[in-house]
Nanobody
Framework: VQLQACGGGLVQARGSLRLSCAVSGIRFSEYAMGWFRQAPGMEREFVAAVSWNGGISDYADSVKDRFTISRDNAKNTVYLQMSSLKPEDTAVYYC??????????????????WGQGTQVTVSS
């Protein structure tokens, strides 16, 4: 199983980035997907999640109305569109797969597979 996250980089505050996570080795459409992030010295935290068909989504309060999670089951890819970025969004962003397809859980332990992470740095 591979989850390959990409799209991170350096962006100025109030800018935008779109992260992608390409998944292989599982039946992507049978998994819910999530994004988490981890800043230096901090615990990994929930960002957003989406159910198998996109019908259910959930967001951390800190990113609501700024970030949008979506998925394309034909491409086995989940996305995180990030707008109005703030310096406090700086972190390594990880995608994860949950074998309960209808879930959009914020709990780390609910996920079965994890990607390697992509760095997002927001400058002020």
């Amino acid at each position: 199983v591979q989850l390959q996250a990409c799209g991170g980089g350096l962006v100025q505050a109030r800018g935008s980035l779109r992260l992608s996570c390409a998944v292989s080795g599982i039946r992507f459409s049978e998994y819910a997907m999530g994004w988490f992030r981890q800043a230096p010295g901090m615990e990994r935290e929930f960002v957003a999640a989406v159910s198998w068909n996109g019908g259910i989504s959930d967001y951390a309060d800190s990113v609501k109305d700024r970030f949008t999670i979506s998925r394309d089951n034909a491409k086995n890819t989940v996305y995180l569109q990030m707008s109005s970025l703030k310096p406090e969004d700086t972190a390594v962003y990880y995608c994860a797969a949950d074998s309960i397809p209808v879930a959009a859980t914020s709990t780390l332990l609910g996920y079965d597979y994890w990607g390697q992470g992509t760095q997002v740095t927001v400058s002020s």
